[in-house]
């Protein structure tokens, strides 16, 4: 009893921790990273194991970014070109620095998960932007 009612526990912080990918993002995620998330065992070096697959699924999402960010800058004017790799450089600095805060944040689960749920959450996002941006 006592176990379940710390599997209950646990589920329900972690329903509520913010570095966690939202559902109107998971349409974007791979197939594979909501069956890892599922199959993380709770019990045991969970933290470790929710790493994993969030740096797993952002090596995935970075992949992404990078083919639709080619494909704007090819569409694109070289003028465009400059502003979009200027705008690409900056959003980097972005996202880096905002992530290396969320990985201090002192929300659970904390560190390392937190900063690669970050960086997934905000990939993401930007991968949304730039195919928007591409018409």
Do not use: H
Not at 47 to 66: F, G, K
Not at 93 to 100: I, L, P
Not at 123 to 128: A, G, P
């Amino acid at each position: 009893m006592k176990s379940l009612l710390a599997t209950i526990f646990t589920a329900i912080i972690l329903s509520m921790s913010p570095p966690f990918i939202s559902a109107s993002e998971a349409a974007t995620e791979s197939p594979g990273f909501q069956k890892c998330m599922d199959d993380v065992d709770l019990s045991a070096f969970k933290n470790s194991q929710w790493a994993a697959c969030y740096q797993a699924e952002l090596q995935i999402q970075d992949r992404r970014l990078n083919a639709v960010y080619q494909k704007v800058q090819r569409a694109n004017t070289p003028e465009l070109k400059q502003a979009l790799l200027k705008g690409q450089r900056a959003w980097l600095m972005f996202r880096d620095a905002w992530c290396s805060y969320e990985e201090q944040a002192p929300y659970a689960p904390g560190g390392e998960v937190n900063k690669l749920a970050c960086l997934l959450s905000i990939t993401i996002n930007q991968i949304e932007r730039l195919e928007a941006s591409a018409g």
